[in-house]
């Protein structure tokens, strides 16, 4: 019965969202909500913000129906389902909650698209959020004592705005940021559902079926983007999920290494993030200020197309977060392997990345001061964070 119900959310949400995206091309363009060519931004034709809108609304739709229908128990309600109904009016409200501050995420994102917010503005939001939720969850726990909680707490909090702002980095070409979404929730609700959680890994299906049916309109050339009001979302949801998903449970064919899944499955976002912010340091810039620098960019540099280079970034999350689902049966040793792969990964990445740049610079291709292919460096004038978040725009 299980895997028919969430084939069921993951069917509607896709079908939803394929809807509410081809409203969103329709409908954003009236609210001034377009993303324009031009500067650093590489897309051709003006095109339309609203996927994000979509997304969330899609989300909105499936899991408040679906939580409409369970709970009002009708006659031909399994009982199978039925007999989790305590445990889904138990973590209903949590998971109502959660999702209540990624939709004020969303707004913020939003107001961004249309009128451009400081990047001030936007992390103190953020961090007031994840502050909220914090407060009423109590964030990771790490397998450490109550006297570690501020600890814990804080890092949390870090860890999803973290998140929040590493897919509004991802957000810069078109299907990157949707596809790594979608391979990382899909390795979230794996993960957990091997260990026996249910109510996480249903929302999770439902972001999986939205965001493929957002990527029908977004994969290139994009006709639709997510804009920062997407971005946002995402990372926050996915950021809060994996707080309050289980990926290890206590028992003797059970182990604690599954806490560590969310670091490999976001390994990627994370080292576009990480990169790219030394990188804007090391040139006497903002981290905010929008350049040509990211992973997806300086793939597209090294001579791939768009397409491949989104393709081998996704092939790399998979790849790198894959270990995540032995975790949980993992001792000490093994858990260290799965780590240890994914980091020689990401090194394998950096090495053929620097490799590169030596080669280009033997050859006079690339800037010396800065060690980046000319393709991939800032104007000379300065803006806030690019409210694109587009398929081919830069953030």
Sequence with gaps: ???????????????????????????????????????????????????????????AWVLGLGAAVVLGKPAWLPDELTRHLGGLRERGGELAWILALASAVMV???????????????????????????????GFTLFLPPGFRPLTGALTVVWIVGLTNSFNFLDNMDGLAASVGLIAAALFATA?????????PAVLLVLIGALAGFLVHNHYPARLFMGDAGSNYLGFLLGALTVTGTFTRYGPEFTRYGVLAPLLVMAVPLYDTVSV?????????????????????RLVDRGLSPVRAVGTIDLVTLAGGLGTLLLHRLGPFGASVVVAQTVCLLGVVAVLEVSTVRSERRNGEAKPESGLPRAAQSEPETEPESRAGTGAGVV
């Design 277 to 297: 912010i030394m990188i804007r340091l090391r040139e006497g810039r903002s981290p905010f200020q929008a350049d040509r620098s990211h992973f997806s960019h």
């Design 108 to 138: 913020m994102g939003l107001l961004d698209d249309r009128f451009g917010l400081g990047w001030k503005l936007r992390l103190g939001v953020q961090f007031a959020l994840a502050t909220v939720f914090v407060v009423r969850w109590g």
């Design 192 to 200: 957990q559902v091997m260990v026996g959680s249910l109510f996480v």
């Design 1 to 59: 019965m299980f895997p028919v119900v969430g084939a069921a959310l993951l069917l509607s949400a896709f079908a939803l969202s394929v809807l509410f995206c081809g409203l969103a091309r329709v409908a954003a363009p009236r609210f001034g909500l377009v993303d324009r060519p031009g500067g650093r931004k590489a897309h051709q034709r003006p095109t339309p913000l609203g996927g994000g809108v979509a997304i969330w609304l899609t989300m």
